[in-house]
């Protein structure tokens, strides 16, 4: 994966098949201590024990379609080449917690690409689940929440293209005034 929003997609995506109607995506851009730091949380069906400790098994996967699992694993991997790491939390009928964080600077951290692109494209491909970003940078913070996007949109729903163009745009705006601040 080419940058760090492709590994929010699929982290996110494993969500919604683990059966999550609610995620949480948390990214918190901390100049000042050079670290980067990417939260999902879900809940899905959770994992046991076992399962959580074979996570970054590239060749552990709890689906059928195939055999290896690559997302966490190429997670892991560039967060520890990155002086950073990962941690990972699980229970069964729960959900689970992945955080992953980055040493900002450092030059083999993957490019954060474009989060809210990514974001905004699984949003719209399962309107009837709810997200929630929460973009953090310094002391600003920005939140969007599905739950009350559908609310203002009054029935219009998330997957409408002029709605897609404006809540992209929209979550754009607000990650750039926060690094503008």
Request: charged fraction near 30%; charge should be negative; aromatic fraction near 6%.
């Amino acid at each position: 994966m080419n940058d760090l929003a492709m590994h929010i997609l699929d982290i996110i995506q494993n969500s919604l098949s683990a059966g999550a109607i609610l995620v949480k995506l948390t990214v918190e851009e901390d100049g000042p201590s050079d670290r980067l730091e990417i939260i999902i949380e879900d809940n899905g069906c959770g994992m046991n024990k076992e399962q959580v400790e074979r996570l970054t098994d590239p060749f552990f996967t709890s689906r059928t379609t195939r055999k290896v699992g690559m997302g966490i694993p190429l997670l892991k991997q560039s967060a520890e080449q990155s002086g950073g790491g990962i941690e990972i939390k699980s229970e069964v009928g729960v959900g689970t917690y992945v955080r992953a964080w980055f040493k900002m600077s450092h030059i083999d951290r993957p490019p954060l690409g474009d989060v809210a692109n990514a974001f905004i494209l699984t949003v719209s491909a399962n309107p009837e689940k709810d997200f929630i970003l929460r973009y953090i940078i310094g002391r600003g913070e920005y939140v969007f929440d599905t739950i009350e996007i559908k609310e203002a949109l009054e029935g219009t729903p998330l997957n409408d293209a002029s709605v897609i163009r404006i809540l992209t745009e929209m979550i754009k705006e607000n990650i750039k005034d926060l690094r503008d601040e």
